[in-house]
């Protein structure tokens, strides 16, 4: 079921900014159609682009074997849940699939809309040499625990990608240069880990698809934290920034809990 995307809209102000800058924040894409997204995104005509993962479907056997380093009684209510969303699927017929042509024809418009920096999700573990291939073709810069000095609207960055499978070293080092840091950190729970304690200035993230189902505000589920995760989509500390996802990968309906474009709006403060 596709349901309605909203555009959401974030103001943070810096001492570090000069000018005005726009940023559109897109995550979990997973291969399925876009172009509602995209006009969206074309709408808010940002200034860059950042798509904090899970944008191709390319993942094998430690992607399960992460599920499995779950406590005991979140694997068993994971597995549940796949197996119930699978008898859903077939039931109703639901024809959601993921496509790679959905997400390299958003990645080639992304590309040609604005500048555009992409990190890796824990559905990208296998990343093909073709896949980064297209991705440069795209015009998209792949940021695989690695980072890129841009200028963006007069406005010099610093920009990093934090992969599922995380570099601490280089993240260390990233961590500690100097002017204004954006990183790109498909899990949201990396925050309290690695980003937490330091000077970065705007970490873009996705990951828990905004909690599936949303209820007095709060976010029900994610693969990952399990019930209630403390971080589900939102704004937090005025520097983590959380998409609720572009997608609904499950059989069941999101809901109160819409697909978004985000748009992060920096001005000097």
Request: proline content about 4%.
């Amino acid at each position: 079921m596709k349901q309605t995307a909203v555009l959401t809209e974030y103001e943070i102000k810096s001492k570090k900014i000069n000018k005005p800058l726009k940023i559109g924040l897109i995550s979990d894409l997973h291969e399925r159609k876009a172009d509602d997204i995209f006009e969206l995104l074309k709408i808010a005509a940002p200034d860059m682009i950042a798509i904090a993962g899970d944008t191709l479907e390319r993942f094998g056997e430690e992607h399960y074997e992460r599920v499995n380093e779950l406590n005991p009684i979140k694997s068993v209510f994971f597995i549940i849940a796949m197996y119930v969303d699978h008898a859903v699927r077939v039931i109703t017929r639901n024809k959601n699939t993921a496509e790679p042509e959905n997400a390299y024809r958003f990645l080639k418009a992304s590309g040609k809309l604005a500048p555009s920096f992409m990190s890796l999700g824990n559905h990208e573990d296998e990343l093909t040499e073709n896949d980064r291939s297209l991705l440069s073709e795209c015009g998209v810069t792949l940021l695989d625990n690695s980072s890129v000095k841009a200028e963006i609207n007069g406005q010099e960055l610093l920009i990093g990608g934090l992969s599922s499978f995380y570099d601490e070293e280089w993240f260390k080092g990233f961590s500690e240069e100097k002017g204004f840091k954006i990183l790109l950190c498909h899990h949201p729970e990396y925050y309290d880990k690695f980003v937490k304690e330091t000077d970065i200035d705007l970490v873009l993230s996705g990951h828990n698809h905004g909690g599936q189902f949303r209820l007095f505000g709060k976010g029900l589920i994610s693969s990952s934290s399990g019930l209630f995760p403390k971080y589900d989509r939102g704004i937090f500390e005025n520097r983590l920034v959380i998409s609720a996802g572009c997608s609904n990968t499950a059989a069941v309906p999101r809901l109160c809990n819409p697909r978004e474009v985000v748009i992060i709006k920096l001005s000097p403060e």
